[in-house]
Nanobody, 117 residues
Framework: QVQLVESGGGLVQAGGSLRLSCAAS????????MGWYRQAPGKQRELVAV???????HYADSVKGRFTINRDNAKATVALQMDNLKPEDTAVYYC???????????WGQGTQVTVSS
């Protein structure tokens, strides 16, 4: 089992920045990719950014050039630096990790990000 604990988030004006952090504990060697998803009210959860253990990354088109994902494999942490935030980035952000060679995924509890116009 893997536990994910998020920190960061909050309220910021449009154009501002926030940083989200996520720390994993438990069966760390079983973790494959780590990343972030978000869910806005009335919408489906969507992928924001993900990083593999070999540092390959994938970003949603809507955040490319504004968000940066970083990962520390030794510390089992993943962070999301969010710059030039827009009101449409308002959502609950969830840390995610998947388990090697399985379809099992782990989720954090979620952290609210609110961007005011």
């Amino acid at each position: 089992q893997v536990q994910l604990v998020e920190s960061g988030g909050g309220l910021v004006q449009a154009g501002g920045s926030l940083r989200l952090s996520c720390a994993a504990s438990g069966d760390i060697p079983s973790i494959n990719a780590m990343g972030w998803y978000r869910q806005a009210p009335g919408k489906q959860r969507e992928l924001v950014a993900v990083m593999t253990p070999t540092s390959n990354t994938h970003y949603a088109d809507s955040v490319k050039g504004r968000f940066t994902i970083n990962r520390d494999n030794a510390k089992a942490t993943v962070a999301l630096q969010m710059d030039n935030l827009k009101p449409e980035d308002t959502a609950v952000y969830y840390c995610n990790a998947d388990r090697y060679a399985t379809e099992l995924e782990y989720w954090g509890q979620g952290t609210q990000v609110t961007v005011s116009s």
